[in-house]
């Protein structure tokens, strides 16, 4: 196996997640589910008879569900498909050898949330946005919040339902709605969240089945800072504030950018 100690610093074999967690192409849809939430993760490779990789599975692929069912309560079926009726039959990838930066701004180009690593045509590890953090702190790049940020930020107020977010999830197309209870955010209500919903009613508050796991930072904190008390925390987004009022989100893909961006041949 790899080891990323004898990687080059800031080279995504240093950073990488290993090993890689896995679940089987016939598998019932719930139990990826629980493999997210086992292992803190958002999506997984799919391996098919004879452990050859035949796709990836992710909560976004979960989600696609529902928007083809109709009834409620219950907003995504997972009991009755299968891993392979859902996933990606392509993944996309980098190298143990890469730079982080190069990494970084792949991703970003593809607005996608993690690159598979792959040596002698295996796949050895992760690299996500949470590992391209890490870099970004290690590399100590400067600049602020709010060069880093995506503006405005859709929210829900905390007395608002579960059927009212699923829908404004469907007509925005984001990935997370900020809890707010008047102008002061208190909560996320993500992907993760409209899955462990599925089954509440949708009558049911957003305050209820919301996260507390957002980060509150003043929009001049310098980047590097940002993504070191993201990381300490496990935030999952950072709020930036310009006193009390929200003036930007930001997300793994924008700490990203930050990375790109910090390299020697970034362009100016």
């Not at 196996?1 to 019932?28: C, E, I, N, Q």
């Not at 982080?100 to 002698?120: D, F, G, N, P, T």
């Not at 930036?240 to 990375?259: E, I, K, M, N, Y």
Request: contains cysteine.
């Amino acid at each position: 196996m790899l080891d990323p100690k004898s990687s080059p610093p800031l080279s995504v074999g240093r950073y990488m997640k290993a090993p890689v967690v896995t679940v089987a192409a016939d598998a019932p849809l719930d139990e990826a589910r629980r493999v997210f939430e086992t292992h803190g993760i958002s999506s997984v490779v799919v391996m098919g008879p004879g452990d050859e990789l035949v796709g990836v599975v992710s909560r976004t692929d979960l989600l696609r569900l529902a928007d083809t069912h109709d009834s409620d309560p219950v907003l995504v079926d997972l009991e009755d498909a299968r891993v392979m009726d859902v996933m990606t039959r392509s993944l996309v990838s980098t190298s143990p050898e890469t730079a982080a930066h190069k990494a970084a701004a792949q991703m970003v180009a593809q607005h996608i949330h993690r690159l598979y690593v792959l040596s002698e045509g295996r796949v050895v590890g992760v690299f996500g946005t949470r590992d391209a953090m890490q870099a970004l702190v290690d590399a100590r790049v400067t600049g602020p919040l709010d060069a880093y940020m995506s503006a405005p930020v859709l929210a829900i107020q905390y007395d608002e339902t579960v059927g009212a977010a699923i829908e404004r999830f469907r007509e925005s197309h984001v990935s997370g709605l900020v809890v707010q209870e008047g102008e002061w955010p208190v909560g996320l209500f993500t992907q993760r969240e409209a899955l462990e919903a599925r089954v509440v009613s949708p009558a049911t508050p957003v305050e209820q089945v919301m996260s507390p796991a957002l980060l509150c930072l003043q929009h001049d904190t310098p980047i590097h800072r940002a993504a070191a008390l993201a990381l300490a925390t496990r935030a999952r987004r950072v709020l930036a504030l310009q006193g009390r009022h929200v003036v930007g989100l930001s997300t793994g893909l924008d700490f990203c950018r930050a990375l790109r961006d910090a390299a020697p041949d970034a362009e100016a």
